[in-house]
């Protein structure tokens, strides 16, 4: 029910735009990434009424932005730094507000888009 796409390869400093689309509407939607070797964290979220919620660190760079006839989220991720390097996960489902941040509010999760920031 969740199909992530837009992963690759890029220099620091560079973008990349990931999209992740989700077969039913109405829901709250957040990217969390995880590194080798370290827990899953938040990245950003999306809540279904279209208040946007980011993590400290990406703030500034990364975007949310969506197309509702299609259940699409997209994140263009600018700037970003070697140390971004992670799988990147969509997530979905309807999150208590208090939740949006915590993996644990979300349901439908897809299976990961490869990001690697490197020279």
């Known amino acids: 029910q969740v199909t992530e796409s837009g992963g690759g390869m890029v220099q620091p400093g560079g973008s990349l735009r990931l999209a992740c689309t989700l077969s039913e509407s109405r829901r709250d939607m957040a990217w969390f990434r995880q590194s080798p070797g370290k827990d899953r964290e938040f990245v950003a979220a999306r809540r279904r009424d279209w208040h946007l919620y980011y993590r400290d660190a990406v703030k500034g760079r990364f975007t949310i932005s969506g197309d509702s006839s299609t259940n699409t989220m997209y994140l263009q991720m600018n700037s970003l730094k070697p140390k971004e390097t992670a799988v990147y996960f969509c997530?979905?489902?309807?999150?208590?507000?208090?939740?949006?941040?915590?993996?644990?509010?979300?349901?439908?999760w897809g299976q990961g888009t490869q990001v690697t920031v490197s020279s």
């Open positions: 997530a979905a489902g309807s999150v208590m507000l208090r939740r949006t941040r915590d993996e644990s509010g979300y349901y439908y």
